[in-house]
């Protein structure tokens, strides 16, 4: 069993700048990808970024590439977005997600991970 803590989340500023870290602990566990999902009130679950734990390629959502970037420490088994730039419509609660998938093509599906975060909340003020 994994547990994954989110922490990083608040209040930030139109084009300031956040980074949200994802601890992972319990049992030693042999995951394929990480990612962000994030979900605001009224809105279902929304991928964010991606990436693979031992290349380190990544994936992002229209709507923040250029601005999102999303790294790991394999050695420290956290998981981070960087948050540049944000706007008040990234206002959200932000997930950490930990699969075993093993295809690319899937990371962008909420459904096809298997470890979860408690969530942590993010907002965003013009």
């Known amino acids: 069993q994994v547990q994954l803590v989110e922490s990083g989340g608040g209040l930030v500023q139109a084009g300031g700048s956040l980074r949200l870290s994802c601890a992972a602990s319990g049992r030693t566990f042999r995951w394929n990808f990480m990612g962000w999902f994030r979900q605001a009130p009224g809105k279902e679950r929304e991928f964010v970024a991606a990436i693979s734990w031992r290349g380190g390629s990544t994936y992002y959502a229209d709507s923040v590439k250029g601005r999102f970037t999303i790294s790991r420490d394999n050695a420290k088994n956290t998981l981070y977005l960087q948050m540049n730039s944000p706007k008040p419509e990234d206002t959200a609660v932000y997930y950490c997600?930990?699969?075993?998938?093993?295809?690319?093509?899937?990371?962008?599906?909420?459904?096809?991970?298997?470890?979860w975060g408690q969530g942590t909340q993010v907002t965003v003020s013009s």
């Open positions: 997600a930990a699969a075993s998938i093993t295809t690319a093509q899937a990371v962008r599906f909420a459904g096809k991970y298997d470890y």
